[in-house]
């Protein structure tokens, strides 16, 4: 039977959509690129060079982390180990040279099996980072003096943790395939590298950013392990599953997240089992000090708490953050099934982590490495990221002020209450206004960068041009021309100035197609109302 080419029937012949070139779609990123020869010109000559973008990419990445660690020298030369406040004034205060001796580690401690002396009797972190602040340990000799000893401890975490650095920046511009480029704003975000250092937070982050790269290619299984391995290392990302679990719903896709979901719940028991049965109550240290811990630094209920005389305990915090965050879950399956366009699992994955972090009753400088991955691959515009840094890099400051406020005594050096509240609104208002875009591009997919270069869901994997099943409000009620047909059909995006117009590449190899005629066929173009978007149809084919 003949009919239009198939993603496995695809000729040959046909040449691959080209990569999208940052300078010729941002203005910001054409402005910035004067620094550097200018934007891209028309007469280059693509992948003729050994400097690929991954591989450029990767190299920015390492030397944006060597850059943050030289941030840190002045607490590595002293600040960390004399004077209270120092390591606050200069703005580059680490858990982990702190934690070495305190979490007993210096004194070859087993975590979660030793008891600890001290405020803390066992190790407060999950599984899989614990077992990397081992490796670190084993690696640092154990003779000499505890200041050197927990410098040398610092410096073999962040070469660790320079290697997450560099996996997140490759998983990044891998996971969009013909938006390389993306990565590149991980990888000079400054408060990535102002923050990597601080705890041990890229270990999960590495991970999740290798899990999103795996769903893009259809690999499900590999997919659930690593995202079960992350969540193994870090709570939030098992967070994921929620936003996964209504796009497969709206595409039918159930036996890929079965397969997701499985694979995440066997690597994280493969990884807490034998801790939980051996040493129960060290495993569930981690578990009982998030449930505990009271209200704390960057939070909007550490706000109301020190500006009202409302006092919010624990149990309250976690009530109010639990509500809050099944209303977002709510609005989220809102928004899924009743979106004109089924949303990219990458902007779903930056709104549910983002809603996580708004409402949590602590808010870290560090915790911003969770969403520069998914900001990347969620909101690819250059302006939008860097006013969104802007205001992290402002909290990252105001908080090592206001504890060196809080710790020089008499002196009051560095930001009182009131600034310090300032910038806690600044982290909030960047971290909405992000979200409000996001929400925008899915209810208004013709602003979508990523689907206005002609793709639909390149994180998606299997969801990437899947016809819906189960959609709900006008979503339902799809215009005449987007129903299913044989044939080639524009993907969500806008006419080229050459008078082309973008192609599913799974149905027809090229992004680009003569206006006038598709594989033979006559074609024409129709607009639907209000959809923002081109059709290219064969003559007289009925859909």
């Known amino acids: 039977m003949c009919g239009m080419p198939r993603a496995e029937t695809t000729r040959t012949d046909v040449p691959r959509p080209e990569p999208v070139q940052p300078t010729k779609e941002d203005k910001v990123a054409a402005a910035g690129s004067e620094l550097f020869g200018g ?23 390492i030397g944006m982390f060597a850059l943050g660690m030289v941030q840190k020298f002045p607490c590595y030369d002293g600040a960390w180990f004399f004077g209270a406040s120092s390591q606050y004034t200069h703005a580059c205060y680490s858990d982990i040279p702190h934690l070495y001796q305190g979490r007993g580690f210096a004194d070859g401690l087993v975590p979660y099996f030793d008891r600890l002396s001290g405020d803390m009797d066992y190790l407060e972190y999950p599984v899989l980072t614990g077992v990397f602040m081992e490796v670190a340990a084993w690696l640092t000799p154990g003779s000499g003096s505890i200041q050197h ?3 040398i401890y610092w410096m073999v975490n962040a070469g660790m943790l320079m290697v997450c650095a560099a996996i997140i920046a490759v998983c990044v511009a891998r996971t969009h395939r013909r938006r390389p480029w993306d990565g590149l704003l991980v990888a000079l975000a ?6 990597a250092t601080i705890n041990w937070d890229l270990l999960a982050v590495a991970m999740l950013a290798a899990a999103m790269l795996m769903w893009s290619r259809g690999r499900a299984v590999a997919f659930g392990v690593l995202l079960g391995l992350a969540t193994a290392a870090k709570f939030y990302p098992f967070l994921l599953l929620g936003p996964l679990l209504l796009l497969c719903w709206r595409a039918g896709r159930w036996r890929d997240f079965g397969r997701a979901l499985g694979g995440a719940v066997a690597a994280w028991l493969a990884v807490n089992l034998p801790v939980m049965l051996l040493a129960p109550e060290g495993w569930a240290k981690f578990y009982t000090f998030s449930q505990e811990r009271g209200v704390d630094f960057g939070s909007i209920w550490l706000m109301i708490t020190q500006r009202t005389s409302i006092q919010i305990t624990p149990e309250q915090a976690n009530t109010y953050a639990m509500l809050l965050m099944m209303l977002v879950c ?12 089924r949303p990219r699992f990458a902007q779903l994955a930056f709104l549910i982590i983002a809603a996580f972090i708004l409402t949590n009753k602590v808010y870290s400088p560090q915790y911003v490495l969770w969403l520069i991955p998914l900001a990347a691959l969620a909101r690819p515009r250059w302006r939008d990221f860097l006013i969104w840094q802007a205001c992290e890099v402002a909290y990252f400051l105001g908080i090592w002020m206001y504890l060196a406020y809080t710790t020089s005594g008499d002196a009051h050096k560095g930001l009182p209450t009131d600034g310090y509240h300032l910038a806690i609104v600044l982290h909030l208002l960047g971290t909405l206004y992000l979200c409000a875009v996001v929400v925008r591009d899915i209810l208004m997919p013709e602003r979508d960068v990523v689907r206005r270069a002609g793709d639909d869901d390149p994180s998606g994997g299997v969801l990437d041009g899947a016809p819906d099943v189960f959609v709900l409000g006008r979503a339902a009620y799809p215009p005449q021309h987007a129903g299913y047909f044989e044939g080639p ?31 033979g066929s006559q074609v024409s173009g129709n607009r639907g109302p ?14």
């Open 39 to 61: 934007p891209l010109g028309r007469r280059a000559l693509l992948g003729t060079s050994w400097w690929t973008p991954v591989r450029v990419i990767a190299l920015v990445m």
């Open 149 to 151: 000893q927990e410098q």
């Open 190 to 195: 400054p408060a990535f590298a102002l923050t």
């Open 330 to 341: 709510g609005g989220m399956a809102v928004l899924v099934l009743t979106a004109p366009r």
């Open 489 to 519: 059909y524009v993907k969500w995006g806008t006419e080229h100035a050459e008078g082309r117009y973008e192609v599913d590449a799974d149905r027809f190899d090229s992004d680009q197609v003569d206006r006038n005629q598709v594989d």
């Open 530 to 543: 209000g959809d923002g978007h081109e059709e290219i149809r064969p003559e007289g084919r009925s859909l």
